[in-house]
């Protein structure tokens, strides 16, 4: 009678087919906290895997900077006229695929009256100015990021209003946000705007 049980346990144990269904997925997802919208459904290789995937992408987008790129990135006033830096496939170089929409902001510009007189956005009027940009990355989690670009490599010269590279340079203001490509969890760099410094002197 043993003997026979142990039968049926085992063989029963051979047949069952164990993999996680979506209902094991769907009470994972409640008891890890698991609710953006872009992580629920994502699969890793393993379920151990997919569990770690979709915690890291929580905790991503759980990111106060994340969470404002994401929201600008709904705002289609905002996006319209924003240059696509598509870093897919960037090589080593650093270089990237760019994708200008319109000829939005794109060099640095002279301080005259009319300009002045014409533009109110704050990063416009800086003496370091700057634009913003989508930063794409297809392999990344985010896959979107709203990043800035230095308009000037100088800054602007109060007295004349146009750029004085000799003597400032345009220093971007970046922080690290979290992000994970592949299977690694790991920081991205992205820039709040640009700010006016002294150059390095070296003697």
Not at 50 to 56: F, P
Not at 177 to 203: D, E, I
């Amino acid at each position: 009678m043993l003997f026979r049980i142990a039968f049926v346990v085992v063989t029963m144990s051979v047949v069952c087919d164990c993999r996680p269904t979506v209902v094991d997925f769907h009470i994972d997802n409640m008891f890890w906290g698991i609710t953006h919208p872009k992580c629920t459904d994502l699969v890793g290789s393993s379920y151990s895997d997919t569990i770690q995937l979709r915690k890291d992408c929580q905790m991503i987008y759980s990111d106060s900077y994340v969470k404002w790129s994401e929201a600008m990135l709904q705002d289609q006033e905002f996006v319209t006229d924003l240059e696509v830096v598509d870093v897919t496939n960037a090589t080593q170089s650093g270089s990237a695929e760019r994708h200008r929409r319109s000829p939005g902001d794109s060099s640095c510009p002279q301080y005259d009256r009319s300009y002045l007189n014409t533009i109110d956005k704050p990063r416009l009027r800086s003496l370091s100015p700057w634009k913003f940009v989508i930063n794409k990355d297809d392999n990344r989690i985010p896959r979107v990021l709203v990043d800035t670009e230095c308009l000037c490599k100088g800054c602007i010269d109060v007295a004349t209003g146009r750029e004085d590279a000799e003597n400032f340079i345009s220093h971007p203001l970046s922080i690290d946000v979290p992000a994970r490509t592949g299977t690694q969890l790991r920081v991205k760099s992205v820039s709040l705007g640009c700010t006016c410094m002294l150059p390095l002197y070296t003697h």
